[in-house]
């Protein structure tokens, strides 16, 4: 049973906008919420990268790549985290991992996939 689902992938023209959003199916909220919860994306050929991260106490970065483009947000009460993707331009297309770090424990969605054409 996996703990990370990740949602909300599709395909897009350049300049539309997305929500991709990541559930937690295994934790219970006490736990859920001691993680930083982040999401990554892998285009083909590249490494995985990490886009945004949200920490146990709400505290957000961006890489400079989408920095004022996508917003990253946690909902504790839901075990949830979201990525709102605003303007989106083809060297966005990839598949999006949800991750979850605490200390040595790390788990990864399946990843869902972004694809934004010209």
């Known amino acids: 049973q996996e703990r990370l689902v990740e949602s909300g992938g599709g395909l897009v023209q350049a300049g539309g906008s997305l929500r991709l959003s990541c559930q937690s199916t295994r934790f219970i909220t006490s736990v859920f919420n001691q993680f930083r919860m982040a999401w990554y994306r892998q285009a083909p050929g590249k490494q995985r990268e990490l886009v945004a991260a949200v920490s146990s106490s709400g505290v957000t970065n961006y890489s400079d790549s989408v920095k004022g483009r996508f917003t990253i947000s946690r909902d504790n009460s839901k075990k949830a985290i979201y990525l709102r993707m605003n303007n989106l331009q083809p060297e966005d297309t990839a598949v999006y991992y949800c991750?979850?770090?605490?200390?040595?424990?790390?788990?990864w969605g399946k990843g869902t996939q972004v694809t934004v054409s010209s």
């Open positions: 991750n979850a770090l605490r200390s040595r424990d790390e788990y």
